[in-house]
């Protein structure tokens, strides 16, 4: 009698790698001195340039998510999940910076 064939094992799922928390600053160009921060409870993110003090910040936009009502009940559930991450912060700070610089631009 033969052996079983033994099922070969799945490769294991690659990890995403983690976003940056800590960027350069537009303003005094200083390498990893801007921090974001994300304030859930009030819905704020915030971005802070710890060598010359320079701030942004924002509203945290959430969008529901409908939710699978496993009971069989009638209602509709919604979830409500971010999307901003600390890149993003950081990102609407640089647009908001050059759509100030193009109006400058523009009006000179």
């Known amino acids: 009698m033969g052996k079983r064939k033994?099922?070969?094992?799945?490769?294991?799922k690659k990890r995403m790698d983690k976003l940056?928390?800590?960027f350069s600053c537009p303003f005094c160009n200083h390498g990893t001195s801007v921090e974001c921060r994300i304030?859930?409870?009030n819905l704020i993110g915030e971005a802070v340039c710890g060598i010359c003090q320079e701030s942004f910040s924002m509203t945290i936009t959430?969008?529901?998510i409908p939710l699978i009502v496993k009971d069989g009940g009638m209602g509709?559930?919604?979830?409500?999940?971010?999307l901003t991450e600390p890149i993003?912060?950081?990102?609407?700070?640089?647009?908001e910076c050059?759509?100030?610089n193009s109006l400058e631009d523009d009006g000179a």
């Open 62 to 64: 959430e969008f529901p």
């Open 98 to 100: 050059e759509r100030v």
């Open 88 to 95: 993003d912060i950081y990102s609407e700070w640089i647009d």
């Open 39 to 41: 304030d859930m409870k």
């Open 76 to 82: 509709q559930d919604f979830q409500f999940s971010s």
């Open 6 to 12: 033994s099922t070969a094992k799945p490769p294991p």
């Open 20 to 22: 940056d928390t800590v």
